[in-house]
């Protein structure tokens, strides 16, 4: 019985890399697109984010059926739980790719010399999802609270784009509406780092029993009933 557990825990953990991979592609390729101008790779990123979709679906089976007849407890539990949480994310990371794409074939040929900053930005969130799921397959604590420091990059990164184009938009209103886009490609470039650090938590969860969020919600109360 955890000899089959075990292989099939296995694979799980390989159907989470390669949909981590496949959003870490669609990231690539949408960052590609901006930096190119070219709208069919704008295009394809947003077909890569559409398997995402079928993968979510086929890894939530593959957990549902573990939880059924394998009857996982504690630690073994928590795992098949913490994968159900990360799926959803990377999905959502899939979703975001998808809009940023979408921008990017509106501002195509707009000014592509002030994207440098969101380019930043997509490699570091690139990292972030990377290695949440790396923590995952590896058990490795050390490595979700390094993902979950490096959010901090990311938010300073999207501070940096915000700053530049209220500059920006303050010298040149005529191309409000390509500063707003961009401001708003940056937005969900943050909010993908959100995802990746949803994800560490609920790896943090799968090896501790705790939850970050928990824990911040708990000192909460406690300040505020003494």
């Known amino acids: 019985m955890r000899k089959t ?23 690539d390729v949408v960052t590609e697109s901006l930096s190119t101008d070219d709208e069919q790779t704008a295009k394809a990123a947003i077909d890569m984010t559409a398997s995402l979709d079928q ?26 739980s913490a994968a159900l949480k990360m799926i959803s994310d990377m999905e959502r990371i899939g979703d975001q790719a998808a809009d940023i794409a979408e921008i990017t074939g509106y501002i195509n040929g707009m000014g592509g010399q002030h994207r440098l900053p969101i380019d930043e930005m997509a490699q570091a969130t690139i990292k972030m ?18 993902v979950i420091a490096y959010d901090d990059v990311v938010d300073g990164l999207f501070d940096r784009v915000r700053a530049q184009l209220i500059s920006l938009l303050g010298a040149d209103s005529a191309n409000g509406g390509l500063y707003l886009d961009l401001l708003m490609i940056a937005k969900y470039f943050e909010r993908i780092g959100d995802h990746a650090t949803n994800i560490a938590e609920w790896v943090e969860f799968s090896l501790t029993g705790v939850h970050a969020r928990q824990t911040d919600n708990k000192e909460i109360k406690q300040k505020e009933e003494s």
């Not at 979510?56 to 539990?77: G, H, K, S, T, W």
């Not at 999802?129 to 390094?146: C, G, K």
């Open 5 to 27: 557990f075990d292989a099939e825990l296995l694979e799980l953990n390989e159907e989470l890399t390669a949909m981590a991979r496949q959003a870490q592609d669609a990231i």
């Open 55 to 80: 993968m979510e679906r086929d890894i939530e089976n593959r957990c549902l059926n573990l939880l059924l007849r394998q009857q996982p407890v504690a630690r073994d539990l928590r795992a098949v």
């Open 129 to 146: 999802v990377t290695d949440s799921v790396q923590s995952f397959v590896s058990q490795d604590l050390e490595l979700v609270h390094a």
